[in-house]
């Protein structure tokens, strides 16, 4: 079939100047859309200080196994996790009492979940997810008469926990 000059077959459309080749779709009885998704990996530590934390009544004294605190470990990483301490005295994970006023220092051992807290800080390493899973925290301190007195709670350490998925 033969056009007129000017002009273009059904599937060609006239630009300027010429003709433009439009290719025609052609339907399917069935088609595909792929959905997909994900849920991160939210990790997160709930921790509550002790009544025994606070307002600790002569350190000089000594403790074994005191309750300081309960971490609740939640993370859904499908690879696992890891949780952290730090003391912000002793700048790793040993913890050391500085008295603000004559700068004296007490150091003091740390228990996670009833174990012992290794050269590095890392509580918990654990390769699977957990949920709602408590851990006490307690530390042991010696006696050491040589401290200087104090009137107010001038002794202090803050630890601090943090918690990372792999």
């Known amino acids: 079939m033969k056009y007129p000059i000017g002009s273009c077959a059904p599937a060609i459309l006239l630009s300027a100047g010429g003709c433009l080749t439009i290719s025609l779709a052609i339907a399917a009885t069935t088609g595909q859309v792929t959905i997909t998704g994900s849920v991160p990996a939210v990790c997160d530590l709930m921790v509550q200080q002790e009544a025994d934390a606070v307002a600790i009544p002569d350190i000089s004294a000594g403790h074994a196994n005191r309750l300081v605190g309960t971490v609740t470990e939640t993370c ?15 700048g790793d994970h040993t913890g050391m009492f500085v008295d603000s006023v004559s700068t004296d220092s007490h150091p003091f051992t740390i228990r996670y979940g009833g174990v012992s807290v290794l050269p590095g800080g890392v509580v918990t390493d654990s390769p699977s997810p957990a949920i ?14 040589t401290l200087t007195a104090s009137v107010a709670d001038t002794y202090e350490e803050i630890l601090t926990f943090t918690i990372s998925a792999k």
């Open 76 to 90: 859904k990483s499908p690879s696992g996790y890891t949780v952290t301490l730090v003391g912000s005295n002793s």
């Open 132 to 145: 709602g899973l408590q851990k006490k925290v307690d530390i042991t301190y010696p006696a050491d008469t």
